[in-house]
């Protein structure tokens, strides 16, 4: 497996003085950049020679992946103008976590829900394909939204999509939110495209680094994982300003589990 971290402008370098192969960078940070301002991300990223692998974040509430205030054109829209970027960066994968994009009302129609969340992944795939980037989407534990709030509903969504380069990420820490964190992986592993590891501080919404009461956890999930076959990318999705001390530990508990 290959360790990265997920960083905004102004932390790269401390990223790469801390030994993370990769970065991950928030899409729609990277969406509402000025010109001159994404210019900058890649000349320091190219400087440093640090690759952006993926997206995380990926929209702001106004995107909306599900629920009412869907506009399809207003996603395909937005997926067009960041694909554009993401081909310039050169990332792997882009994933839909997105919360407030995906939280229903009570009362709202669940097959409607689905079937829009359905046609948003596959025009973001469209928008996506030619520049090389797969879409992955993130189930999230209920405490963060109410649509796709488990693996075994989104692999059948990621597996229904296959043909239209749609994944999963694998995050343990939305995971463990939900009583999922000891499942089995070996089904899931074929349609994992990134992985991500956290803890948090004080509330699911301060992810941080990994806490070194809890490194061992962390080291037998991602042993779990290896055994299951993924050998691909893991970021470290952190909330919280980039803690180069904190973040090289957590590099040093995890990285002979590649």
Not at 119 to 124: I, V
Request: net charge negative; proline share 5%.
């Amino acid at each position: 497996m290959k360790f990265g971290h997920c960083a905004q402008p102004g932390e790269f370098a401390a990223v790469k003085r801390s030994g993370y192969a990769f970065t991950e960078l928030r899409g729609k940070a990277v969406a509402a950049m000025s010109d001159e301002a994404f210019d900058q991300v890649c000349r320091e990223l190219d400087e440093l020679e640090l690759p952006c692998l993926g997206f995380n974040a990926y929209c702001p509430a106004e995107v909306v992946i599900a629920g009412p205030g869907y506009d399809r054109a207003n996603t395909r829209a937005y997926a067009a103008r960041l694909a554009a970027r993401a081909g310039r960066l050169g990332i792997r994968q882009v994933g839909i976590g997105s919360p407030a994009s995906r939280t229903l009302p009570e009362g709202y129609d669940r097959k409607k829900a689905k079937a829009q969340l359905r046609e948003f992944l596959m025009d973001t795939a469209e928008c996506f394909d030619p520049v090389g980037v797969k879409v992955a989407l993130e189930p999230l534990a209920p405490c963060f939204c109410n649509c796709v709030n488990d693996y075994d509903e989104g692999e059948a969504i990621a597996r229904a999509l296959q043909p239209h380069k749609v994944g999963l990420i694998l995050d343990f820490l939305n995971m463990e939110l939900s009583g999922e964190d000891e499942r089995e992986l070996l089904t899931l592993v074929p349609s994992v495209l990134h992985t991500h590891i956290s803890d948090y501080d004080g509330t699911p919404y301060r992810r941080d680094e990994l806490k070194p009461a809890y490194y061992e956890r962390h080291r037998e999930r991602l042993r779990r994982l290896k055994a299951a076959g993924y050998d691909g990318s893991v970021s470290i999705e952190t909330d919280l300003p980039y803690d180069e001390e904190r973040a090289q530990q957590t590099l040093l508990a995890i990285r002979d589990i590649g």
